[in-house]
């Protein structure tokens, strides 16, 4: 009678350990190339079905930093329905705020499966009001371009 009672319980496990598996997966966070001037801290995970526009977020992760460099994350995002098709995006978090998020993964449509190896990178770190976005600087040759793009901010009193 143990016995029938073991074997039964290490069904249902092994059932529930299927049934989990399915509807996962894991995504490689690619830190952002710029971290706003703060340390960043919180990534917000972000997904949407193909056919729908508003995004959702499915979870959150903190940042690592290893050395002193911000590292790749591996992050599992769970919950998806099988069959359907998703997208998903990062934003990241510093002292000052939330960025925008960064570009938008490959599609991947959920299987019975952990889907991986899709790497999604992360949006830049908020900057900092008063704070000249150096990103932008880079892509403008004028101070007149650099007017335009209105990144001049007035200058905080110290």
Same mark, same amino acid.
Do not use: C
């Given at each position: 009678?143990?016995?029938?009672? *073991? *074997?039964?319980? &290490?069904?249902?496990v092994?059932?529930?350990?299927?049934?989990?598996?399915?509807?996962?997966?894991?995504?490689?966070?690619?830190?952002?190339?710029? =971290?706003?001037?703060?340390?960043?801290m919180? !990534?917000?995970?972000?997904?949407?079905?193909?056919?729908?526009? =508003?995004?959702?977020?499915?979870?959150?992760?903190? %940042?690592p930093?290893?050395?002193?460099?911000?590292?790749?994350?591996? !992050?599992?995002?769970?919950? &998806?329905?099988?069959?359907?098709? !998703?997208?998903?995006?990062?934003?990241?978090?510093? !002292?000052?705020?939330?960025?925008?998020?960064?570009?938008?993964?490959?599609? /991947?449509?959920?299987?019975?499966? =952990?889907?991986?190896?899709?790497?999604?990178?992360?949006?830049?770190? *908020?900057?900092?009001?008063?704070? %000249?976005?150096?990103?932008?600087?880079?892509? /403008?040759?004028?101070?007149?371009?650099?007017?335009?793009?209105? %990144? &001049?901010?007035?200058?905080?009193? =110290?």
């Amino acid at each position: 009678m143990k016995t029938s009672k *073991f *074997f039964i319980v &290490l069904i249902l496990v092994l059932v529930s350990n299927i049934a989990f598996a399915a509807g996962k997966v894991t995504l490689t966070i690619k830190p952002p190339v710029h =971290d706003g001037g703060s340390r960043l801290m919180i !990534y917000y995970v972000e997904y949407r079905e193909i056919h729908e526009k =508003d995004w959702k977020e499915n979870g959150t992760v903190p %940042v690592p930093m290893v050395g002193g460099k911000y590292v790749d994350m591996p !992050y599992t995002a769970e919950n &998806l329905t099988e069959g359907e098709t !998703y997208i998903f995006r990062v934003r990241v978090e510093n !002292y000052y705020g939330t960025g925008e998020p960064g570009s938008s993964s490959k599609k /991947v449509t959920v299987t019975s499966e =952990d889907q991986s190896g899709i790497e999604v990178q992360s949006g830049p770190g *908020f900057i900092k009001p008063g704070r %000249v976005n150096s990103s932008v600087l880079s892509n /403008v040759s004028s101070a007149n371009q650099i007017r335009a793009t209105g %990144v &001049l901010h007035k200058k905080e009193e =110290d």
